[in-house]
């Protein structure tokens, strides 16, 4: 099956600092998704993103499909950004996760 | 829309004991997943329905899960005879197509003492 390498797996910033987060798969997907997992377990939706730029506040999302990657931004990291963040892509007929990166904002 | 539902939040049960959880989908949408997280990794795909077929399982659902979703609205996801590797977080998710955004619910927590 498709592979989701996230990178890097750990991050810690001090508040008002930017950060990439990267995440690469092994093969060509119908769909990119990038979530946010909040301290009770849910998953937040921050991007739907198969393929071009798109930006929300402060974060934003690239998606390169052709050469299979996908960069989350975040600019003027806050404390509530602390979380694991998740891409999932679209292979076949189910989403697949990658292991997540956990950000660390710290005041 | 108040998004996708599950039901209950947290389970504990004992092992040996069968559980239930319950999702409901974002109203219209076809597609309904079902997803395992344990501590410190990804979410992993159990099995998804389109409407009420269930169209795909996972090598992780054994024998002892089984997935309804009768008249292709809510979806039941049962476990017989809990075994402590079944602890973990469930999560729930929809969408309203093939390649259209996934939304999860807030998850079942289940604890097997």
């Known amino acids: 099956g498709i592979q989701v390498e996230q990178s890097p797996p750990d991050l810690i910033l001090q508040e008002g600092a930017n950060s990439t987060l990267r995440c690469n798969f092994s093969?060509?997907?119908?769909?990119l998704q990038w979530f946010h997992q909040n301290p009770w377990g849910q998953l937040i939706n921050l991007f739907y993103?198969?393929?071009g730029t798109k930006q929300n506040g402060r974060l934003s999302a690239t998606t390169v499909a052709t050469e299979r990657y996908s960069l989350l931004y975040i600019s003027s990291s806050q404390t509530t950004d602390s979380g694991v963040y998740f891409c999932?892509?679209?292979?076949?007929?189910?989403?697949?996760f990658g292991e997540g990166t956990q950000l660390t904002v710290n005041p | 829309d108040t998004g996708v539902s599950q039901d209950p939040r947290h389970k504990i049960t004992k092992r040996g004991q069968n559980v239930t959880f319950r999702c409901d989908p974002i109203?219209?949408?076809?597609?309904l997943y079902w997803y395992r997280q344990t501590l410190g990794q990804g979410p992993e795909f159990l099995t998804y329905?389109?409407?009420?077929?269930?169209?795909?399982k996972s090598r992780l659902l054994s024998d002892r899960f089984s997935a309804e979703r009768p008249k292709g609205s809510f979806s039941t996801l049962e476990i017989q005879r809990t075994e402590q590797g079944d602890s973990a977080m469930y999560l729930c998710?929809?969408?309203?197509?093939?390649?259209?955004?996934?939304?999860f619910g807030q998850g079942t927590r289940l604890t097997v003492v």
């Open positions: 993103i198969p393929s």
């Open positions: 999932a892509v679209l292979s076949g007929s189910r989403l697949t």
């Open positions: 093969d060509s997907v119908n769909n």
């Open positions: 329905f389109q409407n009420e077929a269930q169209l795909e």
């Open positions: 998710a929809s969408s309203l197509g093939y390649t259209t955004e996934a939304f």
């Open positions: 109203s219209e949408h076809n597609r």
